[in-house]
């Protein structure tokens, strides 16, 4: 989710809720300025997210392999 920082100073406990279950992009004059995570959440979950088609079944070791194929391929 994507709010202003205006709009979440304003709706704080709002917020709060939500990052239970999303993470939080804040922006300031269009560009984000802030990402809150819920702290309980993996890393592998928030990258989840952000992957266009990421299979349900995605782990901290295919993020590795994939990641590390990516720079063999640059080298």
């Known amino acids: 989710m994507v709010v202003?920082?205006?709009?979440?100073?304003t709706n704080f406990?709002?917020?709060l809720e939500i990052i239970a279950k999303e993470d939080v992009f804040i922006t300031r004059?269009?560009?984000t300025v802030a990402k809150v995570v819920n702290p309980h959440s993996s890393a592998v979950d928030s990258l989840r997210g952000m992957l266009k088609n990421a299979p349900s079944d995605i782990d901290t070791n295919s993020l590795r392999e994939e990641r590390l194929l990516k720079y063999e391929n640059n080298v």
């Open 13 to 15: 406990g709002k917020y």
């Open 4 to 9: 202003t920082a205006t709009e979440f100073k």
């Open 29 to 31: 004059n269009g560009k």
